[in-house]
């Protein structure tokens, strides 16, 4: 009867588990092993720099928007090595947001604001910067600014991708937190 108690209790606490888990949305993080850099959660994609390669796999997938956070310098580096991104992304039949962020001073409120602005939870998004850095940030932000995420969740998405310390000026606000190991 113990061995039966203690099941049945199991099973209800794994049940109501997985109605929270039903009620506050992806918290979970996906690594697409066939891409380098590349992470999913919900319908956002975190990732580096794309490539062509990356761009037409995520076309694929049905993602929608590119939301570029690299500056305009990056940019030019980037048609002049590689391709020119926002002109193959178009091509592609992306929507193509560009919003800079440069350095420590671009992690700031305002910047968050025109990420908040353009980013829409049910559409299927590729966020990237140069290495993915920036476009965690901006996440953890926006899922605590928009989407009710406690810090400790956002965090824990974060650091199970690029988690980079500027989180505080886009929250516009000061607070402890420990490093990721």
């Known amino acids: 009867m113990k061995k039966f108690l203690f099941a049945f209790a199991i099973f209800l606490l794994l049940a109501d588990l997985s109605v929270q888990g039903q009620q506050t949305g992806a918290r979970q993080v996906d690594t697409i092993s066939q891409l380098k850099q590349l992470y999913r959660v919900g319908h956002f994609y975190i990732s580096d720099q794309p490539d062509m390669e990356k761009l037409r796999w995520l076309r694929a997938q049905g993602v929608e928007k590119i939301i570029n956070l690299r500056t305009m310098i ?26 800079p962020v440069n350095g420590k001073t671009g992690f700031n409120p305002t910047n968050q604001g025109r990420f908040n602005a353009v980013l829409d939870p049910g559409q299927p998004t590729l966020i990237h910067c140069a290495s993915g850095g920036r476009a965690t940030n901006m996440l953890m932000a926006w899922l605590i600014t928009e989407q009710g995420y406690t810090l400790e969740e956002a965090l824990a998405i974060g650091r199970s991708m690029m988690f980079r310390i500027p989180l505080e000026g886009l929250l516009d606000t000061e607070f402890e937190m420990q490093l990721p190991e």
Not at 79 to 90: H, I, M, V
Request: proline fraction near 4%; avoid cysteine; hydrophobic fraction near 40%.
């Open 74 to 99: 990056e940019n030019d580096e980037q048609a002049t090595k590689a391709f020119p991104e926002k002109d193959s992304a178009e091509m592609l039949g992306f929507e193509y947001v560009a919003i």
